[in-house]
């Protein structure tokens, strides 16, 4: 089949490599011209596993195609998928101007029959604008070709986005067009063996599922957190609760860690966007209200134990932060606690360093350009250099089995301050360090100080977005 791809980001670069990985004329097509030329040189914009080598591969042999030019891309395309950007608008609701104006474009430019697929994660009804955008500018231009519009909204993860959509859980169509149906099937039938996996629906439920899957998980993550804060009040362990509720078949243990809060492009940006879908319809979502509240909170957890431990005034401290990205496995740091964490720290007086696998230039280039008392260094080990305390933000594999001798002997306070639950509390404490994992501390730690009620003019700032 003839591809077009609009949007040549995490999901729409992914996408347009993978169809031409299975022979597909694919053409990718993006209003970023540097992405475009970076691209065509064999730079890729992202890091993902395994992408670099199949974009070359497949663009070397001519089945992925880059260009800005929507037209070069349309010409003869059986199927166009929209993957472009829904960032959070100002009131928590989805942006739709990038998707609206693609459809636009698409609109102005298609020269055939063509089936649209939104693979943005998109409020129910847009399929339908999409519809009305593109019969009007075909209505202008006095052409009438058939235009099929269906939802597949996708669930790949970052860091292993490459993998999940080789061998996806599921794949959703949601279209009331029976042949949009059979070629969504056909296209998508190396990726499943198993045929259950393509689940088909109605347009309006398939723009749901994609809502209600992050709204889940975050849920559950939420949760966790939630669970893991009482557990520090109370003297009990996290780590064994998870355990203990994980092995019951109704729960499951997948997405039941605590930890310093979710973040990156989705979770936080599509449980606000749903929030204000339910709220448009007349409906108080308070679940999920929560669930953003006690997120946003969390991201304060390890700010807060910094300052029992070291008290309001950080001047003249150095902390060594482990971990940028939102999750390991990406550089990408949309809303990730990093930031939140580091600037805290930064503001209460302390000092930064800081080392990430993937995410240091974009660190580096975006969210931390012009702050002064951050040193962003070259491997982890450099981080810890007398330093008073190290903080562990992003479970990378790197971090997950250090060297504790080498810390020992670089770092100023065997302290460390651990968002993501890594090591094992009784041998750490056995080779002198003071170890604050969540969820499991002491009581006595949260008697005394809180970043939100010590910053005047903070709480309903942060917290009530
Ligand atoms: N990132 C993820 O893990 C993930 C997973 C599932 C679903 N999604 C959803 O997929 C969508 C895309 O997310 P992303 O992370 O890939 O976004 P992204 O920001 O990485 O990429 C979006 C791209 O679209 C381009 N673009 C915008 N308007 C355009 C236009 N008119 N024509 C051509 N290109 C245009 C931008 O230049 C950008 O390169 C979002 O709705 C997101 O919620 C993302």
Not at 16 to 21: K, P, Q, W
Not at 362 to 382: G, L, P
Request: some cysteine; overall charge negative; glycine content about 8%.
């Amino acid at each position: 089949m003839k591809i077009t791809v609009i949007g040549t980001g995490y999901v729409g670069l992914v996408t347009g490599t993978c169809f031409s990985e299975m022979g597909n004329k694919v053409y990718c097509v993006d209003i970023d011209t540097s992405k475009i030329e970076h691209l065509k040189k064999g730079i890729i914009p992202i890091y993902e596993p395994d992408l670099e080598e199949l974009v070359i591969k497949n663009y070397k042999n001519g089945d992925l195609n880059f260009t800005c030019n929507l037209k070069e891309g349309l010409n003869n395309s059986d199927i166009c998928f929209i993957a472009v950007g829904t960032p959070m608008g100002e009131d928590g609701s989805a942006d739709l101007q990038y998707v609206l104006s693609a459809a636009k474009e698409i609109g102005q430019i298609m020269s055939n029959d063509l089936i649209v697929v939104d693979k943005s994660t998109v409020p129910v009804g847009t399929a339908a604008k999409v519809k009305k955008v593109i019969t009007e500018e075909l209505g202008k231009r006095d052409v009438s070709y058939n235009v099929y519009v269906a939802s597949n909204p996708e669930f790949l993860k970052e860091g292993s986005a490459v993998a999940d959509f080789m061998q996806p859980d599921r794949v959703i169509v949601g279209s009331d067009n029976k042949c949009v149906i059979e070629i969504m099937k056909e296209l998508y039938a190396p990726f499943i063996k198993n045929h259950e996996k393509f689940i088909t629906m109605d347009i309006c439920s398939a723009e749901m599922t994609k809502y209600a899957a992050n709204a889940m998980l975050a849920t559950r993550i939420s949760f966790m957190n939630e669970m893991a804060n009482i557990c520090e009040r109370v003297g009990a362990d996290i780590n064994n609760v998870r355990e203990g509720i994980g092995s019951d078949g109704r729960i499951g243990y997948s997405f039941l860690y605590p930890g310093c809060g979710y973040g990156g492009s989705c979770l936080p940006k599509d449980v606000n966007a749903l929030i204000k879908i339910a709220d448009d319809y007349g409906y108080d979502s308070r679940i999920l209200k929560e669930v953003e509240l006690v997120n946003n909170k969390q991201k304060f957890s390890l700010v807060n134990k910094i300052m029992n431990r070291f008290g309001c005034d950080l001047s003249g401290y150095i902390f060594a932060v482990w971990g940028l990205a939102f999750k390991p496995g990406t550089d990408d740091m949309r809303e990730a606690p990093s930031q939140v964490i580091i600037d805290r720290l930064i503001e209460l007086g302390g000092k930064i360093n800081v080392y990430d696998p993937k995410a240091m230039d974009i660190a580096k280039q975006h969210y931390f350009k012009d702050k002064s008392n951050i040193k962003f260094v070259s491997n982890k080990y450099e981080a810890v250099n007398n330093a008073d305390a190290m903080i562990i933000v992003t479970e990378w594999k790197e971090f997950r089995n250090p060297d504790f001798y080498e810390i020992t002997n670089r770092i100023k306070n065997k302290i460390i301050f651990d968002g993501r639950n890594q090591y094992n509390k009784d041998t750490l404490e056995k080779m002198g360090f003071e170890y604050h994992q969540i969820g499991n501390s002491q009581p006595r730690i949260y008697k005394q100080y809180s970043y939100i009620n010590s910053v005047q003019g903070m709480p309903l700032e942060y917290f009530s977005k």
